[in-house]
């Protein structure tokens, strides 16, 4: 199979990039602002109301745009220029970027790639970036990794975030873009500025995306650490993925996030599994398997026979930063001895990040955490939808 898509890839790639480059994402979604400064950084760009040119902006002018009675106002710094249903700036030449400055909230510059249109909400501005993909890719890997990692582990985070991205386009479809900008989509807080490597990173897995046995984009599920075993999609949540397999892992056993505890008294953990679980606290076994639980590998409950102890449920109520971890009573205490951070499926970033750091390459990293993956140019998937 992988030969076959290797063997299309290179024919398809000599068409070149088809369509679906450019997301529409959602800026300041959390909180959209009711006035903004906007100046480009790079390049120049022309500023159209209602679909006509009004005028032309260059590095070093800024304009006001405004929410002002259902319509978005423009001005220059000293005079109003007009009303409009709708204001967009295009860019004039490939590579420019424009800055936005929330007026009233702390006025924090944030810098962005391509287009933008700007359209009223309520008394806010709802303002949404026409990205080139890989644009943006950039700018979620930083947002998201940071700019220390290796080179190799950005290009692991480049394709999930495209995966994602392509696969979740319909996600804001009733407000008008397609992404966010927030933790609930990708996190996208800016342009990718503070180490090259990302940029390189983006480049050399340009249009790479990961897809199952049928050549549907995956659900690339990741997590910070997953204490040496990770998990089973349908452990977590409800449906098995062919790709989402428990697996044991030993990239990540000595990471600030490998290890967690927890203490509270006997009484209060009692009480708890009786409450919440309806566990025989007063059967001795039980009791004692309550109070001492050190299995030899994963599992997601505590003893099926005499009561349901999920340990996800454990996880959510007591606020745990996983569901993985042993029971011991020392004294008149219950300590919850925890390995990993985060829900276990897909790939674990700081295992990942410790290949890429050994030397792995970016594909065997991503098909050690997800099983019978392809990873394919995305072309070679628009090939196969429009056949
Ligand atoms: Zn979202
Ligand atoms: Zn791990």
Not at 140 to 155: H, Q
Not at 179 to 190: G, K, R, S, T
Not at 225 to 246: F, I, K, M, P
Not at 312 to 332: C, P
Request: aromatic share 10%; with cysteine; hydrophobic share 35%.
């Amino acid at each position: 199979m992988r030969h076959f898509l290797c063997l299309l890839l290179s024919v398809v790639c000599s068409f070149g990039f088809a369509s679906n480059k450019v997301l529409q994402v959602g800026l300041f979604s959390k909180q959209e602002p009711s006035e903004i400064l906007i100046k480009p950084e790079i390049g120049s760009y022309t500023v159209l109301g209602n679909g006509l040119q009004i005028l032309e902006l260059k590095k070093g002018q800024a304009i006001r745009i405004k929410s002002e009675n259902g319509l978005v106002a423009v001005s220059t710094l000293d005079k109003a220029i007009g009303t409009y249903a709708e204001v967009r700036l295009e860019r004039k030449t490939w590579g420019s970027t424009m800055v936005i400055e929330r007026v009233n909230q702390g006025h924090k510059a944030h810098e962005y790639h391509d287009d933008f249109v700007i359209t009223p909400k309520g008394s806010k501005l709802k303002i949404v970036n026409h990205v080139y993909i890989e644009h943006y890719v950039s700018g979620v890997v930083e947002s998201e990794a940071g700019s220390r990692e290796p080179k190799e582990y950005y290009k692991v985070q480049a394709v999930i975030c495209r995966t994602y991205a392509l696969n979740n386009r319909m996600k804001h479809a009733a407000e008008g873009f397609q992404l966010c900008d927030q933790v609930h989509c990708q996190v996208y807080h800016n342009k990718s500025r503070h180490n090259p490597d990302i940029l390189k990173a983006t480049q050399e897995t340009i249009g790479i995306v990961i897809v199952d046995s049928d050549i549907n984009l995956v659900t690339a599920a990741f997590h910070s650490n997953c204490g040496g075993h990770t998990c089973n999609s349908e452990d977590v949540w409800s449906g098995a993925l062919s790709y989402l397999r428990a697996r044991e892992d030993d990239n990540c056993l000595e990471e600030p996030h490998s290890y967690w505890r927890k203490s509270t008294t006997t009484g209060e953990w009692m009480a708890y599994l009786k409450r919440r679980f309806n566990y025989p606290i007063h059967d001795e076994e039980a009791r004692q398997v309550a109070l001492n639980y050190c299995p030899d590998q994963r599992y997601h409950r505590l003893n099926d026979s005499v009561a349901w102890v999920d340990f996800k449920t454990v996880r959510k109520d007591w606020g745990l930063r996983s569901a993985y971890f042993n029971i011991e009573q020392v004294a008149d205490s219950v300590i919850l001895e925890g390995r990993g951070y985060g829900h276990g499926v897909g790939l674990c970033q700081e295992g990942a990040m410790n290949m890429a750091k050994r030397g792995t390459s970016y594909s065997d990293i991503l098909h050690f955490y997800y099983a019978g993956i392809h990873l394919v140019n995305l072309s070679v998937i628009e090939f196969f939808r429009s056949e």
